[in-house]
Every structure is written in C-alpha cells, then in structure tokens.
C-alpha cells in the first residue's frame, strides 16, 4: 500500500514568487492534514480536509496560503506570494477517520527555502 | 495555552543501553497521545498510540506509558539500536474529535553510539 506522497520534496523560490505543494493521501482516507515545522520550532498544524471539505483552518497563518483538496482526493497547498518566514517543512498526513486510536500517516514533506 | 514539553532535549546512549524520554503536556481536552520517531530528513512515523483510559502500550522494544492525572508520559526503549537515532515527538490530541487538531512537542533529539 503506498504512503502519503508528497511532491516537491524540496523547493527554492524567491519571495515573491509562488508555490504549489501537493499531497496525495493513502487511498481511502477521508482526513487530510497539513502540518508544518519552521525552523527551531515544532511541527504545528494548518488545516483538516474531510474529504473536499476544509474541516479546521485554524492554524492558516494568513490569506496568502490556500489549501484546496478538489474531489477529496489529492490536495494542494499554495504560498502566494511567499516569504522569507515561510520557509520549513510542509507535512501532509491523512487518517481513515477521525477516531481517537487512529494511526494518522504522515509524509516524507516538502522542504519549502524561500530566499 | 496548549503546549507539548519534552525533556530531555538531546540524549546520547551506547548501544544496548536502555533510555527514557519525557513529555508533559496542558493540552485540554485531551483525547489521545501519541509518540512519533521522525528519521532526519524523513516525516514522522507512529510508535504508539494512547487513549485517556490507557496507561501503557508497547510495540516491539518501545514502550509507552501516559498519566492523564499528571498530564505525563514517557517513553522507554529497550536494548537500544543503531537505527533508533532519531528524534521522538510526543503529539497530544486536543480535541473531544480525537484527531485534530495535533499538538506537537519539539522532540528529544537521541544518538546511538557503537
């Protein structure tokens, strides 16, 4: 059974210009989420798909982020324009449900440098 | 404020020795804790998985306990490896949905050494 893949796996763009990460989930899993981790710090959450819907966006830092999942299947993640601060890693997980004992499977992540 | 800590921040251990890691967390509500290894460069991968109602679980030479009381669990690994450098994230569930969202600790960063 494959993971969650995640593509690029490493990206550097100037600020300014934009980004586009995608994730694919393990096939079947209704939940996706984005998680991030800048530098020094620890991995934080952006938001929760059911399926094509945005469950939780809490964690969105602005508006120039945008996270769409069209069909429920694979979903994106776009940074535009980017800055310096956006720069870590992008983490995409997707669990089965939502039931507490549920493993949820990360993946590998998109390593985001904005320069 | 919901927050994750884990102690210590980095650990180095011989090969063979056994070693424990410490999380105590003020995430509420709480719904489950889980311990993650995370290889550098790699996303994390699930150790084990608690409930409010478990106090230990085990998987393979890792063993995880968790003290809702207290707010704490540790885990510890046996017989270290090698391969078991990594770091280890303790993630609590702060949600009655038992999923989302996660809160994160910054890991214990462990080395084995030969």
């Known amino acids: 059974e494959a993971g969650v893949t995640q593509f690029p796996s490493h990206s550097v763009i100037e600020k300014g210009q934009t980004v586009t990460l995608r994730c694919d989930p393990i096939s079947g899993h209704d939940n996706l989420y984005w998680y991030r981790r800048v530098m020094g710090k620890e991995i934080k959450f952006l938001l929760h798909f059911v399926k094509e819907s945005k469950q939780d966006e809490s964690g969105m830092p602005n508006n120039r982020f945008l996270a769409e999942r069209t069909g429920g299947t694979y979903s994106t993640l776009k940074v535009q324009p980017a800055e310096l601060e956006d720069s870590g890693v992008y983490f995409c997980?997707?669990?089965?449900?939502?039931?507490?004992?549920?493993?949820?499977?990360f993946g590998e992540g998109s390593w985001l440098t904005v320069v | 404020k919901n927050q994750v800590e884990q102690s210590p921040q980095s650990l180095i251990i011989l090969e063979g020795k056994n070693c424990t890691l410490q999380?105590?967390?003020?995430?509420?509500?709480?719904?489950?804790l889980r311990w993650y290894k995370q290889d550098t460069g790699r996303g994390p991968v699930s150790l084990t998985i608690?409930?409010?109602?478990?106090n230990t679980k085990s998987n393979g030479r890792y063993t995880a306990t968790l003290d809702a009381d207290t707010k704490q669990s540790s885990l510890h690994i046996t017989a270290s490896q090698l391969s078991d450098s990594a770091s280890y994230i303790c993630v609590v569930s702060g949600s009655y949905s038992g999923n989302t969202p996660l809160v994160f600790g910054k890991g214990t960063r462990l080395s084995v050494i030969a």
């Open positions: 999380c105590n967390y003020t995430v509420s509500p709480f719904s489950n």
């Open positions: 608690m409930t409010f109602s478990e």
């Open positions: 997980a997707s669990s089965q449900d939502l039931w507490a004992g549920n493993t949820i499977y």
